[in-house]
Nanobody
Framework: QVQLVESGGGLVQAGGSLRLSCAAS????????MGWFRQAPGKEREFVAA????????YYADSVKGRFTISRDNAKNTMYLQMNNLKPEDTAVYYC?????????????????????WGQGTQVTVSS
C-alpha cells in the first residue's frame, strides 16, 4: 500500500501561482501512475492531470491545459503540480492519487475509478 501526503496549498490572488507537492511512501514510487484531482464545494471530484511512472506521458483536463504542469521526481518519491495563471474557478481541495502501473506501460487514467490510493487533500483558494 502507498501513503500520499499533499502540501503547498494556500490563498493566492487571481493570476498568481502555486506549486503543490505529493509525497509518497510505503511502496516503490516508480511503480505507480499518479494523478491530481480537485473538488470544489458542492461539486463532484474532477480530474486535473496525470503522469505515467516514467514522467514521459502526461495528460490534462482542458480547463487547466496550458496553465498547469504535472511532473514527478522518482528519486524523491514526490509528484508536483505547478499551477500558473490561477483563476477563482480553480478554488478547490486538491487531491493526489496513485495506482499501480504495469511494467513499461505509459497509460494514464483520467477517471477517479482508475486510482486506489488517495491523499487527504490540500486547499487551494484563488481570490478575484
Amino acid at each position: 500500500q502507498v501513503q500520499l501526503v499533499e502540501s503547498g496549498g494556500g490563498l493566492v490572488q487571481a493570476g498568481g501561482s502555486l506549486r503543490l507537492s505529493c509525497a509518497a511512501s510505503g511502496r516503490t514510487f516508480s511503480n505507480y501512475q499518479m494523478g491530481w484531482f480537485r473538488q470544489a464545494p458542492g461539486k463532484e471530484r474532477e480530474f486535473v492531470a496525470a503522469v505515467s511512472w516514467s514522467g514521459g506521458t502526461t495528460y490534462y483536463a482542458d480547463s487547466v491545459k496550458g496553465r498547469f504542469t504535472i511532473s514527478r521526481d522518482n528519486a524523491k518519491n514526490t509528484m508536483y503540480l505547478q499551477m500558473n495563471n490561477l483563476k477563482p474557478e480553480d478554488t478547490a481541495v486538491y487531491y493526489c492519487a496513485a495506482e499501480f502501473q504495469r511494467l513499461y506501460s505509459e497509460y494514464v487514467s483520467a477517471e477517479r475509478s482508475g486510482y486506489n490510493y488517495w491523499g487527504q487533500g490540500t486547499q487551494v483558494t484563488v481570490s478575484s
